[in-house]
Antibody
């Protein structure tokens, strides 16, 4: 069974840091682009970042550039999101998502259940 | 990286058809046949319903169909059923390996 399971969310103060993890199973993790997508409470989906299969290419939405870093460990079938200088507007459920396309063109076919990040003092 | 434009809400009666529009620009929707659509029920993760404009993943009902004209993509649901009531999001490739979502549309089945 294909699975992605996020962890690492929680309450953090503005300016603080948090590292999200995503454990995957049931597919060849090292062959796929992976993404983080977030959803603020009561709001829509927002694409945050993605990374290519070997980790050499990383892309970000403008609002997180310079603050968030996406990475992966193919030996452990895991995806990560290091979030620094957190702001209230980063408060969201963060989803780990697989892209089924070879070039990472945004067909997001496998979603985790999400992990909640709350930025508040 | 501006969000795609979707109507906030649409509604229809069981058995009817509805269409949800998704308007972007010549930099995203208009440049690529790479629009996908996602269904999200309350408290659940999104589910891929349409990809590459009009293709359905295995297991998705053929009542769901997608199309595109210019900078606007559309999702049509025919033969509306109660379980179709959900939020629907479009997403387009926007170049340089980035993607952009629409604001979402709440579908109510009357």
């Amino acid at each position: 069974e294909v699975q992605v399971v996020e962890s690492g969310g929680g309450l953090v103060q503005p300016g603080g840091s948090l590292r999200l993890s995503c454990a995957t199973s049931g597919f060849t993790f090292s062959s796929y682009w992976m993404n983080w997508v977030r959803q603020a409470p009561g709001k829509g989906l927002e694409w945050v970042a993605n990374i290519n299969p070997d980790g050499s290419e990383k892309y970000y939405v403008d609002s997180v550039k310079g603050r968030f870093t996406i990475s992966r460990d193919n030996a452990k079938n895991s995806l990560f999101l290091q979030m620094n200088s957190l702001r209230a507007e980063d408060t969201s459920v963060y989803y780990c998502v697989r892209d089924r396309t070879y070039y990472g063109t945004g067909t997001l076919d496998i979603w985790g259940q999400g992990t909640m990040v709350t930025v508040s003092s | 990286q501006s969000a795609l434009t979707q109507p906030a809400s649409v509604s229809g009666s069981p058995g009817q058809s509805i269409t949800i529009s998704c308007t972007g620009t010549s930099s995203d929707v208009g440049s690529y046949n790479l629009v996908s659509w996602y269904q999200q029920h309350p408290g659940k993760a999104p589910k891929l319903m349409i990809y590459e404009g009009s293709k359905r993943p295995s297991g998705v009902s053929n009542r769901f169909s997608g199309s595109k004209s210019g900078n606007t993509a559309s999702l049509t649901i025919s033969g509306l059923q109660a379980e179709d009531e959900a939020d629907y999001y479009c997403c387009s490739y926007a170049g340089s390996s980035t993607s952009v979502f629409g604001g979402g549309t709440k579908l109510t089945v009357l």
